[in-house]
């Protein structure tokens, strides 16, 4: 279920102005200890809300990740719980910066998770296209 990937994806390499985005689909029993684990991460995040292309983003962020989250349903119909990890580097940096917060990000939500007892059935691991920078 982990997600060790510290190479950079997407269609070009990722710049400066843009999120490098990773998606999280999971499926578990308890959804709600899920979520309270999720706010136990980032509940030293603060609130943003931004404009996309895809609508409305709403989430938290400390200024270099940012985690929104949102219900999914399956293919069999079981309700999930969908996290999606933005990350950039630094502006004057190697965007590879931002794969490794990805990454730092994804373990950190995992160990919490076991450290937790919190049982997951399953974990969907989406690299996703990167998209520009709202803020």
Sequence with gaps: MRWKRRA???HRP???DEWAVLHAE???EDLIAVDDAVEELTGFMDPFRADIAEGPLVGVTDGQLAVA???FHEPRGRRGLKLS???AGPADGPAE???ARLNSAASAFLDHLTAEGIAVESIRWIEADHIPRPF
Excluded: H, N, S, T
């Design 69 to 71: 989250k949102a219900e």
């Design 8 to 10: 950079a994806w997407g």
């Design 85 to 87: 990890f933005y990350a």
């Design 14 to 16: 990722l710049a400066a």
């Design 26 to 28: 999971i499926v578990a």
């Design 97 to 99: 910066d931002a794969f």
